[in-house]
């Protein structure tokens, strides 16, 4: 009898050690959105990650997030040459690109919806209200005085 229980023991240990699948971590993910957008007919240089909101790191929980939000510059390499982008050095004055892309489902399609905007377009300034107001303001208390 105790060799039938340490057979059925040894059992569902084995099964409980079999690997589940991995799921996809959040610097692979980072990788295939960029190798996805590196891929599109357009580009001409491979982009290379510049940044990522969050950082990789440890204390990032992959699954709590929604979308992968991502920053890619241009290298030197051309997209055709099938080079990695780590392999290849960021080009000076190199397109830089604010790229965001739906968090991959386990077992799901790989990424395929980068979403990017070009960044080294210079921003357009907004005159805000609130200047202006305290401007106003001075103006109707010089008209009360007088």
Known sequence: MPSSWVLVLAVLGGACALPSPVPLAYTQALAEAVDSFNQRPEVQNVFRLLSADPEPGPDVQFSS????????????????????????????????????????????????????????????????????LAVAVKVVRAFRRK
């Open 65 to 132: 997030l929604k979308r992968l939000n991502f920053t890619i510059m241009e290298t030197q390499c051309s997209a055709r040459s099938g080079a990695r982008p780590d392999a290849c050095e960021f080009k000076e004055d190199g397109l830089i690109k604010e790229c965001s892309a739906p968090v991959p489902q386990p077992g799901g399609r790989p990424v395929l919806d980068v979403t990017c905007v070009d960044s080294t377009v210079d921003p357009v300034r907004v005159k805000r209200f609130w200047p202006l």
